[in-house]
């Protein structure tokens, strides 16, 4: 899909995207119509203050939860046409992820971690190793390729994190917090390299944060308030 005006054909397309929580006899109304679309290769920060809605929408984008309404078409296949399986197909194959806390395998090595997307996807594990060691060495990880997560630095974990997300070259990462849990020089640096990674791989990405500094590093920005996203640069 081409959006016209910024000449770009979109990875991302969110038409009227809501979603209400209920609880009890309260309904909470998180997204009321989000409409959003991220470029290819474009970085777009998501910002909000907490509880307005950035972890809901990042989960609706991947396709990790339903309850949803609207459209969400991720490189061309509407969300909603899609079943179990090639949800699963299009996570796998058009997406990556990168959280708060890295979620590593801890019985795993940084290398083996890195390596697992490529083989759940069918590659080989000379590619995969070697996409691996290219990431890995990237993000200046060459010398713990054998660490387990445990004998890495927060700072580190996090790197390995990002080089998992990138292992299937995905269109689109989609970034929660991704470096919510680490000290403000650490989280800069870390960011930093991740943006590098990112364009260097020519993937989109949508980063929640609600680091407002750290959203200015990024292409665009947009903000959820109320439920709806509001596009500040
Ligand atoms: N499974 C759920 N059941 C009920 N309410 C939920 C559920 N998930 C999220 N919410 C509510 O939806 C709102 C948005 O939550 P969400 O986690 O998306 O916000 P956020 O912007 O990511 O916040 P933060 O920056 O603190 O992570 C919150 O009020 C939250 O309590």
Redesign the pocket.
């Known amino acids: 899909m081409n959006d016209g005006g910024r000449g770009v054909t979109d990875v991302l397309t969110v038409t009227d995207l809501k979603r209400s929580?209920?609880?009890g006899d309260v309904t909470?109304e998180?997204l009321r119509g989000v409409d959003l679309t991220v470029g290819a290769g474009e970085i777009v920060a998501l910002v909000?203050?907490?509880?307005?809605?950035?972890?809901?929408?990042?989960?609706a984008v991947g396709l990790l939860e339903g309850g949803f309404q609207g459209s969400i078409r991720i490189a061309g296949e509407e969300a909603a046409q899609l079943d179990s399986d090639g949800r699963t197909r299009v996570r796998r194959d058009a997406l990556g992820f990168v959280y708060q806390f890295h979620h590593l395998l801890p019985d795993f090595s940084a290398a083996e971690n890195v390596v697992l997307p490529a083989l759940i996807r069918g590659g080989t594990r000379a590619e995969a190793q070697a996409r691996a060691e290219t990431l890995l060495t990237a993000l200046g990880l060459g010398h713990r390729l054998s660490h387990r997560p445990s004998q890495l630095s927060g700072g580190e974990q996090q790197r390995v994190a990002v080089a998992r997300a990138l292992a299937n070259r995905p269109k689109l990462v989609l970034a929660?917090?991704p470096t919510g849990n680490l000290d403000e020089h650490t989280a800069d640096i870390v960011l930093g390299e991740f943006l590098r990674l990112v364009r260097g791989e020519g993937s989109a990405a949508l980063v929640?944060t609600?680091n407002e500094r750290l959203a200015a590093k990024m292409d665009r920005v947009v903000r959820?308030h109320e439920g709806r996203v509001s596009v500040v640069s």
């Not at 909000?48 to 989960?59: E, I």
């Open positions: 929580f209920v609880q909470i998180v909000g203050p907490s509880g307005s809605g950035k972890s809901t929408m990042l989960q929660d917090e929640a609600h959820l």
